[in-house]
């Protein structure tokens, strides 16, 4: 799992090109709405239908603080499947380390940790 300020499918190929990876979400003030981001996920190992979730959860307290669900069917378990999801307007009450979480039919399948940080807010 990777995350990222932007991902774009090319029409031709299906490649999946990645813009902006990062691990570290600054702000100056808190509470805080960051406008948008792209979770990316390569999943293989799983044939059939799913139910995957992704969670956004706060490290201090493990405090679910989004969710998002989608249905997935894997024709072979052989071929990586990619997804992403595009999350507009999060808001993060506070600093601190944070984590998507991955499950596919409630079974954890990946995680990605990152963190948001407070910068002092620049002078004139």
Same mark, same amino acid.
């Given at each position: ?11 031709? &190929? ?11 979400? &600054? ?7 960051? #406008? ?25 307290? /493990? ?8 249905? #997935? #069917? /894997? ?9 992403? /999801? ?27 940790? /990152? ?10």
């Amino acid at each position: 799992m990777l995350i990222c300020d932007l991902a774009i499918r090319e029409e031709g &190929s299906g490649k999946i090109s990645l813009i902006g990876i990062f691990e570290n979400i &600054s702000a100056i003030k808190f509470p805080t709405q960051h #406008a948008l981001l792209c979770v990316y996920a390569k999943l293989i190992d799983a044939q059939g239908d799913y139910e995957l979730r992704l969670e956004l959860v706060r490290l201090e307290d /493990f405090q679910v603080i989004g969710e998002g669900r989608l249905q #997935a #069917a /894997f024709a072979d378990r052989r071929v990586p499947v990619e997804f992403v /999801f595009q999350l507009a307007g999060l808001v993060f009450e506070r600093p601190g380390g944070y984590e998507f979480r991955l499950y596919a039919n409630n079974r954890s399948v990946g995680q990605k940790s /990152f963190n948001v940080v407070q910068v002092p807010a620049p002078t004139a």
